[in-house]
């Protein structure tokens, strides 16, 4: 089994910064894209930054230049560095992950959430 467990969420006052971090765990063979996306209430789940096992990264426009993901991939764990965050930033973010169990086939995997508020 495949679990991904995030943390890192809270409350800051806009212009304030938070990290988010995500760790995959269980049965691993190989990880080829780990990402973060958001939800806000009443809103659809949008991507937020991706990034895959050869560096490349894909941003969201509305927080490219102020955020920024990395991926420690001996840890199994993808970050997302948060800063001049804005009151429209405030929305449930997701982990996402394509592993493989096994062989080279690729699954989907969600984590819980976590809160990020950004309000004065």
């Known amino acids: 089994q495949v679990q991904l467990v995030e943390s890192g969420g809270g409350l800051v006052q806009p212009g304030g910064s938070l990290r988010l971090s995500c760790t995959a765990s269980?049965?691993?063979?190989?990880?080829?894209?780990m990402g973060w996306y958001r939800q806000a209430p009443g809103k659809e789940r949008e991507l937020v930054a991706t990034t895959t096992s050869g560096g490349s990264t894909n941003y969201a426009d509305s927080v490219k230049g102020r955020f920024t993901i990395s991926r420690d991939q001996a840890k199994n764990t993808v970050y997302l560095q948060m800063n001049s965050l804005k009151p429209e930033d405030t929305a449930v973010y997701y982990c996402?992950?394509?592993?493989?169990?096994?062989?080279?086939?690729?699954?989907?995997?969600w984590g819980q959430g976590t809160q990020v508020t950004v309000s004065s």
């Open positions: 269980g049965r691993i063979f190989s990880i080829n894209a």
């Open positions: 996402n992950a394509q592993i493989a169990r096994a062989g080279w086939s690729f699954s989907t995997y």
